[in-house]
């Protein structure tokens, strides 16, 4: 999906309160929900998420349409649909086939949430419609109406209020043959909420017609942008509960779809759901609004949020620090309580960094790795203890250590040539690519053990990913996504596949250098299990998470995956752990730094703490004394 550069214009709103009872009525609830929503998609990519997320447990809430010579474009919003509920959406539909789903839909006890209309066709364009019903449960009375004038609108919209007590949830408008045509969705007002429409809002007029509505408490619920004699205009749908509040919310207009990225993105981390779309044609393009409201309350009122900004911007203005694009996330008991990102995952195309931006995870591959190796072990798969031969038995026979050693770095395979620099290899390490790790393992199989009982090494890790694709006849990066990655739901955590269909995906995070200059990947599927892998913040915090709270693996396995297994160094089996005395806290975690690529993680046991830290540039310094300063503000040392 493409991304066109432009100036933006926008306006923006927070209102402070709490809702109960609007939830059912307007089909908003207040609980947590996961939300996804999609943007300029052609037909087949609109069929193709529709279907993918309805597999996953979504419904779609709202849908934009805009028709052309030639295909439609599609922008789709879909919630995680929580209750089961049926539903049913078509997107291409003549007023007479409009009619019969309508009616069908309606005596199958649906109701409809969201109506579109447009028009398609270079020379004799046709109006089609568009519409997603939902199972009636609550037995509402509703209705809806298509290609009404203006008056005839506001006689609808008088008599359902007046005679079945029915407020507007959608309206549209929409120009057939040179002229204005209305529709319009309403539902039974059993809460007695407060409710006002307003129509042909001048662009001119909008910003007091804004002020207006937000002064006597209401929030917005529904927009819609529309031509007329070359002027743009506006309707809008306002809602108040007088007895219950508003929830929170944040919307903005006028935003291209860059703008919109960024801020949907913002709003996302924040704690904040997407709940109305609209995407429309103005004089200077196309041009979207949204509405927003509160999802993750644990967020929005996390009495530690100032202080880990201050902290992350501390860390930034640190003139040995430098970052072009930076997400931080922390759980604590259980809940993700802050998400951001600071700076851009991609500067040249003005993307913010956010907690979904794909990053590099470096070194962190290592943990990953490790706990890998813990799970093929409790399954049956792999000895840990296992001479590292019987799996590798093409290793020369220098190679005297177990498999286990691969993982604490007991192996003394070597490391880098210069151990402070990934791209110090020859260069074929870098340029080709490895479906399977063993003949990766031909590159330095060869070489020079070290001497002594230590060695930090990437390597040894390629020869454990060989060794565990011998055990389970999978390649490694399928044990990665089939044992950690779709399970637990990570689905950003994995190899880093430059050969992929989709690897251009928007979210991932452009690698820049020291000096904040864009470079080109080097390919890293010669070394996935100790430093190839990506991930966002997100993902690998809820990581984090899951492996403190024993849900990956046993609190056993975690208690010595995350300890020293003799006394030659305090790391694990890809993990280093430690005392924070600022913090007083006993920790665990790991950290990374390669081309392109900053990051750390660290797990404060005891105190079901997780802080992730993760940066598109490698730089001088780490983030140890970062999450250290956020760990005493959340645990009040």
């Known amino acids: 999906m493409s991304f066109k550069k432009c100036m933006w214009c926008c306006w923006v709103l927070s209102a402070f309160a709490s809702f109960s009872l609007m939830a059912d009525t307007l089909d908003s609830p207040r609980e947590q929900t996961d939300l996804v929503s999609f943007r300029e998609m052609s037909p087949s990519e609109y069929n193709e998420v529709l279907s993918k997320y309805k597999d996953k447990g979504y419904r779609p809430i709202d849908v934009e349409i805009l028709g052309d010579s030639s295909e439609r474009t599609y922008a789709l919003v879909m919630r995680k649909n929580t209750d089961g509920r049926a539903w049913a959406i078509h997107t291409k539909l003549t007023s007479d086939q409009f009619n019969e789903r309508w009616q069908d839909y309606r005596e199958r006890g649906f109701r409809l949430i969201d109506q579109e209309s447009y028009t398609k066709g270079r020379f004799r364009k046709t109006q089609y419609y568009a519409g997603i019903w939902v199972q009636n449960r609550e037995n509402y009375d509703w209705a809806s109406n298509r290609n009404m004038t203006s008056s005839r609108y506001s006689e609808r919209l008088r008599d359902y209020r007046d005679q079945r007590n029915l407020m507007p949830i959608d309206v549209d408008a929409y120009e057939i043959n040179g002229s204005i045509y ?20 001048a662009l001119s007029d909008f910003g007091d017609h804004f002020q207006e509505f937000r002064n006597r408490g209401y929030r917005l619920l529904d927009t819609n942008s529309y031509m007329k004699g070359g002027n743009q205009y506006f309707a809008t749908i306002w809602v108040n509960d007088r007895r219950n509040g508003n929830p929170r919310w944040l919307a903005r207009r006028n935003m291209t779809e860059r703008s919109f990225y960024n801020w949907n993105n913002r709003f996302t981390d924040r704690g904040y759901r997407l ?24 967020r929005l009122d996390w009495p530690n949020r100032s202080s880990t900004i201050r902290e992350v911007n501390n860390w930034l203005r640190d003139e040995e620090n430098f970052a072009v694009g930076m997400s931080v996330a922390v759980v604590h008991e259980g809940e993700f309580k802050f998400v951001q990102g600071f700076g851009k995952q991609n500067k040249q195309q003005n993307a913010d960094a956010h907690g979904g931006t794909i990053y590099r995870t470096a ?20 000895d840990l203890d296992a001479h590292i031969r019987t799996l590798v038995p093409s290793l020369p026979t220098k190679h005297d250590y177990t498999v286990g050693d691969t993982l604490t770095n007991r192996s003394m395979v070597r490391h880098y040539f210069d151990s402070d620099d990934d791209q110090s290899e020859p260069s074929q390490f870098g340029q080709t690519q490895f479906n399977r790790a063993r ?7 060869n070489d020079d053990l070290e001497s002594g009982r230590y060695n930090y090494s990437t390597h040894a890790y390629t020869i454990f990913a060989a060794a565990a694709e011998r055990a389970t006849r999978l390649s490694f990066c399928n044990m990665i996504n089939l044992s950690i990655s779709r399970p637990h739901n990570l689905p950003t955590m994995g ?14 995070a452009q690698i820049y250098n020291t000096s904040g200059n864009p470079v080109s990947r080097d390919n890293l599927s010669w070394k996935y299990a100790g430093g190839g892998m990506e991930s966002s913040v997100v993902d690998l915090a809820r990581f984090g998470k899951l492996l403190n709270a024993g849900k990956i693996l046993s609190e056993d396995d975690v208690r010595t995956m995350t300890r020293r297994p003799d006394n030659a160094r305090n790391y694990g089996y890809g993990w280093d752990h430690g005392y924070d005395s600022d913090a007083r806290a006993s920790w665990y975690g790991k950290g990374g730094r ?33 999450t250290s300063e956020i760990a005493q503000n959340v645990l009040g040392r």
């Open 182 to 201: 209305w529709s319009g969705v309403w539902v039974e007002n059993k809460d007695n909420l407060q409710w006002s429409v307003r129509r042909n809002i």
């Open 275 to 298: 709940e109305d779309l609209e995407v429309y044609e103005t004089g200077s393009g196309v041009r979207y609004a949204g509405v927003w409201v509160e999802d993750k309350s644990a």
């Open 363 to 382: 070194s962190i591959a290592k943990a990953i790795s490790g706990t890998l190796g813990f799970l093929l072990q409790d399954r049956g798969f792999l």
């Open 439 to 445: 003949p990766a393992v031909d590159l330095f199989q």
């Open 495 to 508: 190899c880093e596949n430059q050969a992929s269909s989709n690897f251009e995906n928007f979210d991932r």
């Open 594 to 626: 390669q081309r392109g690529s900053r990051s750390y993680i660290r797990v404060y046991p005891d105190h079901d703490l997780v802080i992730a830290v993760m940066i598109n540039n490698r730089n001088g310094d780490g983030f140890r004394d970062l």
